[in-house]
């Protein structure tokens, strides 16, 4: 992927009713991370691209399609002001709002 080896890892998420709902993460370990990711913890490297189900027969995929090498400013990870912090019921009708929308938009 964008010229990096990759290699391939499935991640196991287990529904509340049990499912596995399994995610495959290509990754490589020729660029960072230094530190476990968020969900990905010991990955040996750095994810390029995954795939999950968002309900409904729907899959979102992400894929990495730029890299930028460099030092990262602590400032890039403030928030910005304004943000809102919302619980997970919030985001999950912000989720099927967004859905709802583009399924408008197809």
């Avoid at 230094?34 to 795939?51: I, K, N, S, V, Y």
């Avoid at 890299?67 to 403030?78: H, Q, R, S």
């Avoid at 943000?83 to 967004?98: S, V």
Wanted: hydrophobic share 40%; with cysteine; net charge negative.
């Amino acid at each position: 992927i964008m010229g990096y080896t990759t290699k391939k890892a499935r991640m196991h998420v287990f529904g509340e009713d049990g499912k596995d709902n399994p995610i495959d993460i290509w990754y490589t370990s020729e660029i960072g991370p230094e530190f476990d990711m968020l969900l990905c913890t010991g990955l040996q490297g750095f994810p390029l691209e995954f795939a999950t189900s968002a309900g409904e027969g729907k899959i979102l995929q992400y894929k990495a399609v730029e890299i930028t090498k460099g030092k990262v400013k602590n400032t890039d990870f403030m928030l910005p002001e304004g943000y809102d912090i919302i619980d997970q019921e919030a985001f999950g009708k912000l989720m099927k709002d967004i859905n709802d929308a583009a399924e408008l938009l197809q």
